[in-house]
């Protein structure tokens, strides 16, 4: 099993299965729209225009379980996102990360990469998943690690 092995849905409601990245390096997100870290997202971007054509995606997933600081709807985060960021990578439809309700991918992140002390539990918003090529999991990121931060790791797996 791999992070590639789930099948997720876009805000605009179609199905997508993950397995369309298998080759490409993939950073996931769960993102928020009211978060003091909301302006990752032009980092997160940044990151995707930079990469994309060398096999980079970046997939964002709204979560509302903190601080319930992504309450809009799909077509009010898609919005908010192309509006105030520029979003051109995708995002998908809101998810839970955490809890009985959290989606299988992100049951499947969360072990395959615990966090500090090896909890699994997402802390916040903007926690962040670097995916190897194959769809294994290379690394997890806090919250208030900057997109930019990322640039050597991913450059290292699009590499390989």
Not at 12 to 31: E, F, M
Not at 71 to 100: D, M, Q, W, Y
Request: hydrophobic share 40%; with cysteine.
């Amino acid at each position: 099993m791999s992070s590639l092995d789930f099948q997720v849905e876009t805000l605009q409601g179609a199905s997508v299965n993950l397995r369309q990245y298998l080759g490409k390096v993939v950073l996931i997100v769960n993102t928020a729209s009211n978060c003091g870290f909301t302006p990752q997202y032009q980092g997160l971007e940044q990151l995707y225009q930079q990469f994309h054509q060398q096999g980079l995606e970046v997939l964002g997933f709204p979560c509302n379980q903190f601080g319930h600081q992504e309450p809009g709807s799909a077509e009010e985060i898609g919005s908010f996102c192309e509006k105030n960021f520029g979003v051109t990578f995708p995002l998908f439809a809101k998810i839970e990360v955490n809890g009985a309700h959290a989606h299988p991918l992100y049951q499947y992140l969360k072990s395959a990469a615990p966090g500090i002390l090896g909890s699994e539990a997402i802390k916040w918003n903007f926690t962040k998943f670097l995916i190897r090529k194959d769809g294994t999991v290379f690394k997890r990121y806090a919250p208030q690690t900057m997109p930019k931060e990322l640039i050597e790791d991913i450059q290292a797996l699009l590499a390989l």
